[in-house]
């Protein structure tokens, strides 16, 4: 699937923007259950609050991101989240914490 140009200027206003992709993404070594639960925590916290989660999100539904934080859910909570929803639905991504 080709991404527009347009497609990415949300990344602008983003929360992440400038923090270490470290935190949004699993280290090259391999990361104990704890050391991953206390960045994904970290990670998912600037994702709170941030201006465009919900561009985040859809964007990493559309394209099949397979890796990381993206609009404060994991690579499963992603998959979890596009079998519960319909294709229609995607384009409208509701957070399970607000449903």
Request: charged share 30%.
């Amino acid at each position: 699937m080709a991404i527009q140009n347009w497609e990415w200027g949300w990344q602008w206003r983003a929360a992440c923007r400038g923090e270490d992709a470290a935190l949004f993404f699993a280290p090259n070594h391999f990361e104990v259950k704890e050391e991953k639960a206390a960045r994904e925590r970290r990670a998912k916290a600037i994702c709170a609050g941030c201006p465009v989660r919900y561009e985040c999100l859809e964007y990493a539904v559309r394209t099949g991101e397979a890796h990381g934080i993206w609009g404060g859910l994991n690579e499963l909570e992603r998959r979890v989240l596009v079998r519960q929803r319909t294709p229609a639905a995607l384009s409208m991504v509701p957070f399970p914490d607000e449903a």
